[in-house]
C-alpha cells in the first residue's frame, strides 16, 4: 500500500493555501535523519525557507520558476562537512575533509535525507518538487542563505499540499533501460530502437518536439533543454564553487 | 504508520537464507523508478549481482565486510549518462553530456533512485545496508562490472530479509544539528558542545573511543576511520575515474 502511493506518485508544482505545520515538517525531518550516511557523521544540512522575501529573492536562481515562491515551504539540501570539522577541531582532532572524496560522500548523505524526506512527505500527504537549478547556481545560493566553507547546496525541494487537479503522471522507461543483470549491458542502436519506442510514440511526447520545431525528441534535450554551451558553463560554475568552498584545490 | 516503521529503521548487515523473489525487486525498481529525475532523462541505473563468485570478486572492493557475499542481492548503483546519449546520437541529436554538471545530476539521479528503492524495500520488510566504499573503489568496480564510459558507480547495498536479533538503532545528532532556518547558522564551540553532547556520552561511543586507544570520539574517525590521508588518495582515484569515464577533461 505504501508501494501503491510510491508508484501513484508525481511531482506537484501547485499547492493549495494551506501551511504546513512545524511540528510536521519536524516530524518529517527526524524520520528523514534516520536514513543511512556516511558513518554515522551525517554529512548534510537543510536550509528551511518560508520567509516570502527570501523565496523572491531565491526565485531568480531557479530560473523564475513559479513554484519557488508560490510553495509554503523551500528547501535546500545541502552537502555539509563543516559542522563535523568544526566538532573534529574543538575534540583536538585533525580533520582531512577538505577533498573530493568528502564531497562525494556529503553529497550521497544529502540525497538520501532529500529523497527519504520527500517519501515521508508524500506518505503524509504532501506533494513536492525537485528543483536542479540548485547545482546550477550554487554560487548564488550560497551567498543567499549564507553557506559557509565546507557546505555546497545541491538540490532544492518545494513542499505543500497539492492543488487540484493532480498533473498527468509522467512516463518513464521500461525498466531494462535502467537494470542490469550481473554485468552493465551496453546499448545497441536496436534496443535503443526498442526502450525509447513508447516515450518517442506518446502523444504528448510528439507534440512536445513539434512545439520546439525539432526533428526528434532528442533534440529538444540538446538543443534546448540541457545544451552542452550551458552544460559546459555550468560545470565551470560548479567546479569554482567546489574550489571556493574548499572541497577542491 | 509509514513513518514509523522509517522511524524504527536500523542498516541490517545479517540477513536469513530467504531469497528475494525477483518479481519482487521488479516491484521495488519499478515503484523507485517513480523517484524525481533530472528532466526525466533517468540518468541513473542499477547493476544487479546475485551469482555469488561475482559477489566474492567483488567482496574484496567493499574492503571484504561480510554482507556483500552473504546477502542475497547485491545492487551497485550508477550515475549514468550512456543510456540517453546513445539515444541522442542514435537520433541526431548532439549531446553536449561529457562534464562535471552532468556528473552531478547523475549522481542526484541515482541517489534518489537508491533511496526510494530502500524505502520501499524497508516497507516490504527487506532490510538494507549501503556501502560507501563504492566510491573508493570506483575503477576496479567499473572493471568488475564492464561499466563503460559515462557511467559511475556511487553506492552499494545489501538487500535481503533481516536476521535476528536486529541491531540496535544507533543515535543521531539533535535536529538543530542539521536544520536551519532561513540562513544557515553557523556553529560556535557552544553550540557545538550541546549538539554533540548527548552522542559524546553514549556508553557505547565512550567504549568505542576506548577501544581504539584515542583521547575524543572525533579522533577514531580523524585518525582511523576517514583519515585525510586515505581520503586524499581514494580523491585522486575519483578524479582519474571521472576523467576515465568521459566526464571532466
Redesign the interface.
Known amino acids: 500500500m505504501?508501494?501503491d502511493s510510491?508508484?501513484?506518485?508525481r511531482?506537484i508544482r501547485k499547492y493549495t493555501d494551506q501551511d504546513i505545520p512545524e511540528s510536521l515538517l519536524?516530524?518529517?525531518?527526524?524520520?528523514a535523519?534516520?536514513?543511512?550516511n556516511?558513518?554515522?557523521?551525517?554529512l548534510?544540512?537543510?536550509?528551511?525557507?518560508?520567509?516570502q522575501q527570501?523565496k523572491e529573492k531565491q526565485a531568480p536562481l531557479h530560473f523564475n520558476q513559479k513554484m519557488v515562491t508560490e510553495a509554503p515551504v523551500l528547501l535546500t539540501f545541502c552537502a555539509?562537512a563543516?559542522?563535523?570539522v568544526?566538532?573534529?577541531e574543538?575534540?583536538?582532532?585533525?580533520?582531512?575533509?577538505d577533498?573530493?572524496?568528502?564531497f562525494?560522500?556529503a553529497?550521497?548523505d544529502a540525497?538520501?535525507?532529500?529523497?527519504?524526506f520527500?517519501?515521508?512527505a508524500e506518505?503524509?500527504d504532501l506533494g513536492?518538487?525537485?528543483l536542479?537549478t540548485t547545482?546550477?547556481n550554487a554560487d548564488k545560493i550560497i551567498d543567499a542563505?549564507?553557506?559557509?566553507e565546507l557546505?555546497v547546496p545541491?538540490?532544492s525541494v518545494t513542499v505543500g499540499y497539492p492543488a487540484d487537479p493532480l498533473p498527468e503522471q509522467?512516463?518513464?522507461?521500461p525498466?531494462a533501460?535502467?537494470?542490469?543483470?550481473?554485468?552493465?549491458t551496453?546499448?545497441t542502436?536496436e534496443s535503443?530502437?526498442a526502450?525509447?519506442k513508447a516515450k518517442e510514440e506518446l502523444p504528448v511526447n510528439i507534440q512536445y518536439t513539434k512545439e520546439n520545431n525539432k526533428?526528434?525528441?532528442?533534440?529538444v534535450?540538446?538543443?534546448i533543454?540541457?545544451?552542452?554551451?550551458n552544460?559546459?558553463y555550468?560545470?565551470e560554475v560548479?567546479?569554482q564553487v567546489l574550489k571556493a568552498q574548499g572541497f577542491l584545490k
Chains 1, 2 share one sequence.
Not at 170 to 173: M, P, S
Request: glycine share 2%; aromatic share 12%.
Open positions: 505504501l508501494l510510491m508508484k501513484n506518485r511531482s519536524n516530524e518529517l525531518f527526524e524520520v535523519a534516520r536514513a543511512s556516511t558513518g554515522n557523521m551525517q548534510y544540512s537543510v536550509v528551511v525557507t518560508r520567509d527570501s555539509d563543516n559542522r563535523f568544526k566538532w573534529a574543538a575534540r583536538d582532532a585533525v580533520p582531512g575533509f577533498n573530493l572524496q568528502t562525494i560522500a553529497t550521497i540525497m538520501l535525507f532529500a529523497q527519504a520527500c517519501d515521508a506518505a503524509n513536492i518538487c525537485y536542479g547545482a546550477y542563505l549564507n553557506l559557509p557546505v545541491i538540490v509522467v512516463e518513464r522507461l525498466l533501460a535502467v537494470v542490469h543483470r550481473e554485468k552493465y551496453d546499448f542502436p535503443i530502437d526502450l525509447y526533428a526528434t525528441l532528442a533534440q534535450f540538446t538543443d533543454r540541457y545544451t552542452k554551451k552544460n559546459e555550468f560545470s560548479f567546479m
